[in-house]
């Protein structure tokens, strides 16, 4: 099953284990406008499914995810936790 993560860096399809198979940047990246998610290694399915208790939707905000990937000058690894404000559940108006 393919997961399509999406945000203003555009959008990156990802496997059952979270690797990365496909990104398609968006205008803003082609633009220059932002860095975009090519240096994204691994999407935490994990932690997603452990939160919401069940699988993967078909797609899925990048706020609602947490994921590594590499970057700096020594190609460090770094973690990006999901957004806990996305994840808040919002009142009904």
């Not at 998610?37 to 609602?64: C, K, M, N, Q, T």
Request: glycine share 14%; proline share 8%.
């Amino acid at each position: 099953m393919n997961i399509t993560i999406f945000g203003n860096g555009g959008g990156v399809t990802i496997d059952d284990t979270g690797k990365p198979t496909r990104y398609v940047p968006s205008l803003e990246v082609q633009e220059g406008e932002h860095d975009g998610y090519g240096d994204i290694i691994r999407f935490d399915v994990v932690e997603w499914r452990a939160h919401y208790g069940r699988d993967l939707p078909g797609s899925l905000d990048i706020l609602d995810i947490g994921y590594w990937y590499s970057g700096g000058p020594d190609m460090e690894v770094a973690y990006e936790p999901a957004e806990p404000e996305f994840r808040r559940p919002r009142a009904i108006i």
